[in-house]
T-cell receptor
Framework: NAGVTQTPKFRVLKTGQSMTLLCAQD?????MYWYRQDPGMGLRLIHYSVGEGTTAKGEVPDGYNVSRLKKQNFLLGLESAAPSQTSVYFC???????????FGPGTRLTVT | DQQVKQNSPSLSVQEGRISILNCDYTNSMFDYFLWYKKYPAEGPTFLISISSIKDKNEDGRFTVFLNKSAKHLSLHIVPSQPGDSAVYFCAASAHTNAGKSTFGDGTTLTVKP
């Protein structure tokens, strides 16, 4: 039982490049989330999903897109990376609405 | 407008003493509250939660207190241990809000041996 895994763990992009972050969970959770954490700040919700095939915008969605084609996977895409997107990205999943979330180890992204 | 606030960025306590971490919220629709613990270079891990129908929940050394009238919750750790040194995040959710949690900025707890 791996829980929540994220790929890759680290990435450096140049401005304008694109990339996809992959999140996978093996707990059969319906809810999945993508957050970013900047220094000295809490977790800010980018996008979330309440089930396979669904996605919705969170607090800071601009510049990101997501897809949830399979229940266990939640992908976060950056179409044209900007330095302001330098951050640590966390994926999480939850079995129920508002209940505890299980987080992945994070992806540290640097955009130069 | 920050709906969940942790006003103390850091807290330092001696091993064996009590640690009290505080959290305030503004949205009266929040009905479920959680605490997460985060070590450097790791994802947050769930610690303890409390529903708005309760005012206290205990789990071993960890107790969360909820004061709905003051829109305030606190996490008590007794006794504190050096391994408790981490960043603690408070989070709140409303059942009307599709399972989304709103997080505070975190409090860094340091427990000195």
């Amino acid at each position: 039982n791996a829980g929540v895994t994220q790929t890759p763990k680290f990435r450096v992009l140049k401005t304008g490049q694109s990339m996809t972050l992959l999140c996978a969970q093996d707990m059969n959770h319906e809810y999945m989330y993508w957050y970013r954490q900047d220094p000295g700040m809490g977790l800010r919700l980018i996008h979330y999903s309440v089930g396979e095939g669904t996605t919705a915008k969170g607090e800071v969605p601009d510049g990101y897109n997501v897809s949830r084609l399979k229940k266990q996977n939640f992908l976060l895409g950056l179409e044209s990376a900007a330095p302001s997107q330098t951050s640590v990205y966390f994926c999480a999943s939850s079995y129920g609405q508002g209940r505890e979330q299980y987080f992945g180890p994070g992806t540290r992204l640097t955009v130069t | 407008d920050q709906q969940v606030k942790q006003n103390s960025p850091s807290l330092s306590v001696q091993e064996g003493r009590i640690s009290i971490l505080n959290c305030d919220y503004t949205n009266s629709m929040f009905d479920y509250f959680l605490w997460y613990k985060k070590y450097p270079a790791e994802g947050p891990t769930f610690l303890i939660s409390i529903s708005s129908i309760k005012d206290k929940n205990e789990d071993g050394r960890f107790t969360v207190f909820l004061n709905k009238s003051a829109k305030h919750l606190s996490l008590h750790i007794v006794p504190s241990q050096p391994g408790d040194s981490a960043v603690y995040f408070c989070a709140a959710s409303a059942h009307t809000n599709a399972g989304k949690s709103t997080f505070g900025d975190g409090t860094t707890l340091t427990v000195k041996p």
